[in-house]
């Protein structure tokens, strides 16, 4: 019998990341170092308010069991090592960008949606709210070993520190989406957490399109 993640998986896969002209034309090094930059800037926003979002959840989840995976998440996110903020600051440097130009870079319209998104999924009920996180982890092990493969053979990227971020979160996020994965399957309810994930999905693949408008030459 498939499983209710499994079912989850499949609705991820309608919209998933490695498939948007944007993530296609970075893997076949059709972007320029200009335009990763400001992708590098728009992101910040998802990547400083992530641990906000698991924090959320944790916080209506009246479930102890899966208090502690939620947790232990958000140790990872920002106590295990170096914060990943820090280390998102540390690839946008190592693209040329300081970190008060990502830090104060206006955000285009969908990537604030994006975040306005997240932040109304986690505030839901909590099962949305793991679906929400669930949508996001579980594709970015396989978009980071991407991102790191274009980062290397196309725009001349292969040190440690800039590519940190990326290398952390092909392990983690491994085992935390099947952590989450596991407790979707224990206490969400189909059709909510179905919704939850199309509206999660749909909103990281509308900011990759607002990303894509701003380089539509690059990304045809």
Known sequence: MTTLSEQLKEIVREHHLLSHPF????????????????????????VSA???????VHSR??????????LQN???????????????LRFAEGLGATREEVKSQALLPNTAAMVDTYFELTARDWTEGLCALFAYEWQ????????IAGLKNFYGVDDDRTLSFFKVHEHYDVEHSNQV??????????????????EASRALWTFLDGIADASVVACQ
């Not at 989840?61 to 939620?70: G, S």
């Not at 958000?74 to 106590?79: G, I, N, R």
């Not at 970015?140 to 991102?147: D, G, L, R």
Request: with cysteine; glycine share 4%.
């Open 23 to 46: 993530y296609r034309a970075w893997s076949e090094g059709r972007l320029s170092k200009e335009i990763l930059r400001r992708y590098a800037g728009q992101y910040f926003a998802q």
């Open 50 to 56: 992530f641990p906000r979002f698991v924090s959320a």
């Open 61 to 70: 989840c009246p479930e102890i069991d899966a208090r502690k995976v939620l």
């Open 74 to 88: 958000l140790v990872d996110e920002e106590l295990k090592g170096t914060d990943h903020p820090e280390l998102w």
């Open 140 to 147: 970015v092990p396989e978009v980071s070993t991407s991102k």
């Open 181 to 198: 994965a596991a407790l979707i399957d224990r206490y969400a309810e189909p059709k909510t957490a179905e919704r939850a994930t199309r």
